[in-house]
């Protein structure tokens, strides 16, 4: 489009009394006819200020005043490029009032803002055609169900996919459950009444359920998935657009368990099996068929244990609570509950109440060492670090082993893995893993380049990977949303909600594609990668490193987009050697002239940093709204994703004179933080080969340098940012400054 420009600084939140203004306005770089100021320019005057010009043709605008993560309404500007160029948090919060440093700061940021309206286009959305408004539901638990009943309440069409031959998961094999709702005494225990969930589902005329059938294939992306179904040796395929995976879970393998007597003794039980033992009326030992009158049951087994699962499954204390109501039925029965730690949150605390007040009921902490033969028909329990003593053995007629669960994802993840680790030794060890391992049933079988499951990061045991701080049911395959306990140990009550967000979430990723906007983070984004495909080189790196498998590679090898699963981060963008992947408002040459355009002198030190959006932009904001200190020395370039970042950046920098970079990124590894996954772990390892890049300029590697940071830790970063100064000011200024 033909751009007319137009440019306001606002004077308000003390930007006036930092900065000398008509100075600013003379030495921004920006032609004097498009630069205007106002004393409030958030004001209604302000605004509307604003709102005339764009009436007179002004259609690309740059605003220098507060943070851009401040009163977004207020300078929302439909059909303009608008940018936003920080005055408020970076100089007049963060800077000494009036200082030559100040001024400096204030006429390099609206410089780059300038710059980037300059380079930078109006997005327009990428909408593709035939997009499915139809919702896949993959599992029929409470989850699975919950998840398909509240799309199609909205108005959805909904497929659900169970593998077994009827809907209901594991609330099938349950004799009672804990009320969903509040509870008295004498409802402590209720009927599980799956039937009637169940029913709801198959009557409801726009749901589709398929049962005893697996997903057999899935293509596309998000509003354009092609599932196939299999069924009795039958295949259909359908489109979709976005699925649910609520695939449930499975008992731990007590197996693993001959410590506590599981295998050894038939009255060492699970958990889920006993469940099945209290449907049959009374309680009697398998061995022999005498009621138990002193029943044992044992919490974390196999649970929070370096050599078996290593969290808690969330649901396990509320179960063994309520299958002592199972023994107690039995007035002359006797429940023994030993635990490491009762956890009963929210409401389940006063079902925890209920169970103290019953004198059937003996709650005591115990690290269980060993279920042995009493030598009577008896088990004996061996216990230390009790609350009854050192060390204690307690008979019982029969044990429980709270086993926990473990997510349905967890057995191919575990394949995939296995896979992986055979294909670094060669071919032939590749070839006898395959012939010898056996292979899961995958839940999803998604024809990605990248894999057929839902990747999971170390550490996550299997769970679907949702980033948990940031983006519930999320997975790092767009469109797709985990629920239940294939995302997390959690309960019933939980598992009801969390399909239902689950299924707000498909929903919300249906509405986004029809608009041609990133499903997430970045909803509001309606720009996405436009490569120069005529210089691609086909390196592929762009397809090994994009973390949400959004690029394929046809028959040639030769990358192209499934934008729908594009979540906008620039990964891509960071990854190019030839740099030919840009966006509208975002690009490698955008960025690289926006470094070119600070001043550099030979009588000051220059740094630049570049902050990652999502954790070190804000926590830089924080320091302002604190009124802290900024080093007046950097100058801050925020990026989408610290992933996004390309190393001609480096080179563009001190080729310029820039005498230091400072990368701050999110913190990576197995507590990540970052919103798009990798991106600053994918930052740090590119940056590893910094040095070459620097070597080849005769500079000090030391002169570019990583941080992870996180977005509470505002307080910590002027004393990294001083720090990084203070070594460049050691290495001395850098030499191209003469040039």
């Not at 649901?315 to 956890?343: E, G």
């Not at 395959?477 to 969390?498: F, K, L, W």
Request: hydrophobic share 35%; charged share 25%; proline share 5%.
């Amino acid at each position: 489009m033909e751009k007319k420009f137009g440019v306001y600084i606002c004077k308000g939140c003390g930007i006036g009394e930092a900065v000398d203004i008509e100075k600013l306005k003379k030495n921004a770089g920006i032609p004097p006819a498009a630069i205007k100021d106002h004393p409030i320019l958030c004001s209604t005057e302000g605004r509307e200020l604003i709102k005339a010009d764009i009436k007179e043709g002004v259609n690309t605008i740059t605003i220098g005043a507060c943070s851009p993560r401040a009163k977004f309404e207020e300078f929302d500007f439909p059909g303009t490029i608008t940018e936003r160029v920080n005055l408020r948090e970076f100089v007049s919060w963060t800077q000494e009032p009036m200082a030559a440093s100040t001024q400096s700061a204030a006429e390099d940021y609206m410089k780059m803002g300038y710059i980037k309206t300059q380079k930078g286009n109006m997005p327009e959305p990428n909408i593709l055609p035939d997009l499915s408004r139809t919702i896949l539901v993959i599992g029929g638990g409470v989850a699975g169900m919950s998840a398909a009943l509240e799309a199609a309440k909205l108005g959805y069409e909904v497929v659900l996919v169970e593998k077994e031959s009827q809907l209901g998961g594991f609330a099938r094999r349950l004799y009672k459950k804990i009320p969903m709702g509040s509870f008295t005494r004498e409802t402590l225990i209720v009927d599980p009444d799956i039937d009637k969930m169940a029913n709801e589902v198959t009557g409801t005329s726009n749901i589709k359920v398929y049962t005893s059938s697996l997903i057999e294939k899935t293509d596309g992306q998000p509003g354009l998935f092609d599932v196939t179904i299999s069924k009795n040796g039958s295949s259909e395929t359908i489109r979709v657009g976005a699925i649910v995976m609520a695939a449930g879970w499975k008992p731990y393998d007590a197996t693993k368990l001959g410590y506590l007597g599981y295998g050894v003794s038939r009255d060492v039980v699970t958990n889920i099996e006993f469940e099945e033992l209290a449907r049959k009326g009374k309680i009697v030992r398998p061995s022999d068929g005498k009621e138990a009158k002193k029943v044992a049951f044992i919490q974390c087994a196999g649970q929070r244990s370096s050599d078996h699962l290593p969290y808690c499954s969330s649901m396990c204390c509320a179960t063994s609570l309520k299958q002592a109501k199972y023994v107690r039925q039995n007035s002359d029965a006797l429940a023994m509950i030993f635990y490491k730690d009762i956890r009963t949150p929210g409401r389940l605390e006063n079902y925890y109440k209920e169970a103290q007040d019953d004198a059937g009921v003996l709650l005591t902490k115990a690290e269980v060492k060993g279920v042995s033969d009493a030598g009577n028909g008896n088990l004996l329990i061996d216990m230390e670090n009790t609350l009854l003593g050192q060390q204690v053995q307690v008979e019982a007629d029969l044990v429980v082993l709270a086993t926990g669960l473990v997510p349905m994802s967890r057995g191919p993840q575990e394949y995939l893995d296995g896979l992986t680790e055979a294909g670094k030794k060669g071919d032939e060890a590749r070839k006898a893993y395959l012939a010898d391992t056996p292979k899961p049933d995958f839940i999803l079988n998604l024809g990605y380049r990248q894999g057929p499951e839902i990747p999971s990061l170390e550490g996550a045991c299997g769970f679907a990977d949702s980033n948990f701080i940031c983006f519930q049911y999320e997975t790092r395959r767009t469109g797709i949303y985990a629920a239940g306990g294939v995302r997390q140990p959690m309960n019933m009550s939980e598992a009801i909600e969390d399909g239902a967000g689950a299924a707000f979430k498909a929903i919300q990723c249906l509405d986004h594609v029809a608009k041609g906007i990133a499903v997430h983070p970045r909803a509001w984004d309606a720009t996405f990668p436009d490569p120069m495909m005529i210089k691609c080189t086909s390196c592929k790196r762009c397809t090994e490193e994009c973390p949400f498998g959004a690029i394929d590679e046809d028959e040639k090898g030769t990358p192209f987009y499934r934008i729908n699963r594009c979540r906008r981060c620039g990964t891509c963008m960071g990854a190019c050697p030839e740099r030919i992947v840009s966006f509208k408002d975002f690009s490698v040459d955008i960025v690289g002239s926006m470094i070119k355009g600070i001043e550099v002198t030979e009588d000051e030190f220059r740094i630049v940093v570049l902050a990652c959006e999502n954790d070190a932009y804000p926590a830089l904001d924080s320091i302002g709204v604190r009124r802290g200190k900024i080093n007046p020395n950097v100058r801050i370039i925020p990026v989408r994703c610290l992933g996004s970042t390309n190393l001609v950046w480096v080179t563009d920098a001190f080729s310029k004179g820039i005498d230091g970079m400072l990368l701050l990124g999110c913190k990576y590894g197995e507590n990540y933080q970052c919103h798009f996954v990798k991106g600053s772990e994918l930052a740090n390892y590119r940056f590893s080969k910094v040095k070459e890049t620097l070597d080849k300029l005769q500079l000090e590697s030391d002169r570019c340098q990583l941080v992870q940071v996180s977005i509470s830790e505002y307080d910590k970063l002027p004393d990294i940012i001083n720090d990084f100064v203070s070594r460049v000011e050691e290495i001395g200024p850098n030499p191209f400054k003469e040039f």
